[in-house]
């Protein structure tokens, strides 16, 4: 009885070995490693807001060289103390780069001395490709409708948190933008798309844009470039700006 026991658990030993080195290796783990393409090198800056190695520098606190004013006009906002500010009527400002799928980062803060109140208090605003407005507006403390406060792309689509910080104190913004495809008839193809971190907190979420903003009636596509500049707003109000860099994708 033993002896056959025995016998019997060598063969089931034998029987697993030789299926163990007969089996083929059909899915190696190779099989799903890429190598090709390699991702490029680039040099991170030395914090996450400091602008990596492939960025263009869009404002570094020295002059508004990388923007236009309206009508072709120099940009006349004010350069100071290495911030970019608002001057009160002088109006819109334009990159003289255009951009399309886009990494921002860009810094703001609205005036320390609070004034007004709604859209009326630290308002002003990042035109993506120069049509998709993400919301500058001191939403600390400040009752507005939902689409239209801080981190909003305005009128469309509400911050999934408020993440304000006090008046005075500087904010972060870092966007990524999927810019809208376009068919030849002029029509949607693939609407943009946008997340937008605020102070470290998501905001957007790969939220889908439904046309250019518009501050009365629903947003509309209309056909664009695939590359567009981007502008800040004049809304009035003495925002300030500094550390804005982007990388095309
Ligand atoms: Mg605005």
Not at 19 to 40: G, R, S
Not at 53 to 76: H, R, T, V, Y
Not at 132 to 142: C, H, I, T
Not at 145 to 153: M, P, T
Request: hydrophobic residues 40%.
């Amino acid at each position: 009885m033993k002896k056959s026991i025995l016998y019997l658990s060598l063969i089931g030993t034998g029987l697993s070995v030789t299926a163990f080195a007969q089996e083929k290796p059909v899915n190696p783990p190779a099989l799903t490693e890429v190598w090709k393409p390699v991702p490029k090198l680039i040099t991170p800056g030395a914090s996450a807001s400091a602008a990596p190695s492939d960025a263009i520098i869009l404002f570094d606190g020295k002059d508004a060289a990388a923007f236009i004013g309206e009508n072709g006009q120099p940009a006349k906002w004010t350069v100071s103390n290495g911030n970019l500010t608002v001057q009160k009527g002088a109006g819109t400002i334009t990159t003289k780069e255009a951009f399309g799928d886009c990494q921002l980062h860009i810094e703001w803060k609205s005036p320390e001395v609070v004034k007004g109140e709604g859209q009326g208090r630290g308002n002003s605003g990042i035109f993506l490709m120069g049509k998709y407005e993400l919301q500058v507006l001191d939403s600390y403390n400040n009752v507005t409708y939902s689409n239209g406060q801080a981190g909003s792309i305005y009128k469309q689509l509400i911050p999934l948190a408020n993440a304000s910080r006090k008046p005075g104190e500087w904010q972060t913004y870092d966007v990524v933008f999927m810019a809208p495809r376009f068919n030849e008839d002029g029509s949607v193809k693939i609407p943009a798309t946008v997340t937008v971190i605020h102070n470290g907190v998501l905001v957007q979420n790969h939220a889908t844009i439904a046309g250019a903003t518009q501050y009365i009636g629903a947003p509309a596509y209309e056909k664009h470039a695939d590359k567009e500049p981007l502008s800040l707003q004049d809304h009035g109000d003495a925002v300030s700006y500094r550390n804005i860099w982007i990388r095309n994708l």
